[in-house]
């Protein structure tokens, strides 16, 4: 069983930055993927960034260029530099992991939610 504790929501003005962390605990198998999604209210839950654990990264459109995601495997950890922030960036932000193994098979954990507020 994995599982995951996040920090770093806040409350900031747009145009400032924010650092999320999310530190799993329990074992992860080597083939893995950690990242973010978040969800605004009355919206659906959406893809931010992850990580895999080839540090292939993934960014949705609205968030390249501004965000960063990246990873500590020493303390398995995934960080989300959050910079330029807008009030669109306005959500809740779950920590995801995502770990397949060839005998006991691919599983999924999220996070509890951090909320961040943007205000312009």
């Known amino acids: 069983q994995v599982q995951l504790v996040e920090t770093g929501g806040g409350l900031v003005q747009a145009g400032g930055s924010l650092r999320l962390s999310c530190a799993a605990s329990?074992?992860?198998?080597?083939?893995?993927?950690m990242g973010w999604y978040r969800q605004a209210p009355g919206k659906q839950r959406e893809l931010v960034a992850t990580i895999t654990s080839g540090s292939s990264t993934n960014y949705a459109d609205s968030v390249k260029g501004r965000f960063t995601v990246s990873r500590d495997n020493a303390k398995n950890t995934v960080y989300l530099q959050m910079n330029s922030l807008t009030p669109e960036d306005t959500a809740v932000y779950y920590c995801?992991?995502?770990?397949?193994?060839?005998?006991?098979?691919?599983?999924?954990?999220w996070g509890q939610g951090t909320q961040v507020t943007v205000s312009s």
């Open positions: 329990g074992r992860i198998f080597s083939i893995n993927r």
């Open positions: 995801n992991v995502w770990h397949y193994n060839t005998l006991r098979g691919a599983y999924d954990y």
